[in-house]
């Protein structure tokens, strides 16, 4: 089984900062790319950010330039920091991988519980 955890969520007003953890567990293989989502009461789900295997990032320009994502391969956990916070990033965070669980297993997507960020204005 995989498990992935996350945890840093919080409240935190305009213009602070946050740094949230997505820590992978169980049986596995390769972990082939991860990425933070978000969703705001009444919205729909959105990317947050994404990080492939070999490190290459990507982001929505909604968020390009504030937030960062990282991983530690060692750890199989992800990272993402967020700076410069508006109440417009308020929502659940949750993170994303998608995981081989052995060399012939065709990778497949977990989901963590998410995280509630609240940025008060």
């Known amino acids: 089984q995989v498990q992935l955890v996350e945890s840093g969520g919080g409240l935190v007003q305009t213009g602070g900062s946050l740094r949230l953890s997505c820590a992978a567990s169980g049986s596995i293989f390769r972990i082939n790319a991860m990425g933070w989502y978000r969703q705001a009461p009444g919205k729909q789900r959105e990317l947050v950010a994404t990080?492939?295997?070999?490190?290459?990032?990507n982001y929505p320009d909604s968020v390009k330039g504030r937030f960062t994502i990282s991983k530690d391969d060692a750890k199989n956990t992800m990272y993402l920091q967020m700076d410069g916070l508006k109440p417009e990033d308020t929502a659940v965070y949750s993170c994303?991988?998608?995981?081989?669980?052995?060399?012939?297993?065709?990778?497949?997507?977990?989901w963590g519980q998410g995280t509630q960020v609240t940025v008060s204005s």
């Open positions: 994303y991988a998608a995981i081989s669980r052995d060399s012939g297993d065709y990778p497949r997507g977990y």
């Open positions: 990080i492939t295997s070999g490190g290459s990032t």
